[in-house]
């Protein structure tokens, strides 16, 4: 298991293009990816449950990682959640 913590640093925070983008990041890895805030998780690969985190910029978010690609998936999720630019 793999845990890091990332700021938001995207100034919307974590809107619906970014957790988009986080659903399609995650689903490319094997291994299971939540991500945690003020007591709420979420498992990284539903959309509706990113957004619900309701994470604006500053906003600490835990990672965590389990499985054969843990290390992978942490290192990708970690640089696009603290990316203040998000295609």
């Given amino acids: 298991m793999q845990i ?3 700021c938001v640093t995207h100034p ?3 809107h619906a ?3 988009a983008r986080i659903v399609l990041l995650a689903s490319r890895f094997k291994c ?3 991500l945690a805030l003020n007591g709420r998780t979420a498992d990284a690969r ?3 449950a990113v957004m619900l985190l309701a994470a604006g910029v500053g906003s600490a ?7 054969v690609d ?5 290192d990708a999720l970690s640089a ?3 990316s203040k630019h998000v295609l």
């Fill in 4 to 6: 890091r913590q990332v």
């Fill in 12 to 14: 919307r925070g974590l």
């Fill in 17 to 19: 293009r970014v957790a």
């Fill in 32 to 34: 299971r990816v939540e």
């Fill in 46 to 48: 539903n959309i509706v």
């Fill in 61 to 67: 978010i835990r990672i965590e990682t389990s499985g």
């Fill in 70 to 74: 843990e290390r992978e998936a942490l």
């Fill in 80 to 82: 696009l959640i603290s």
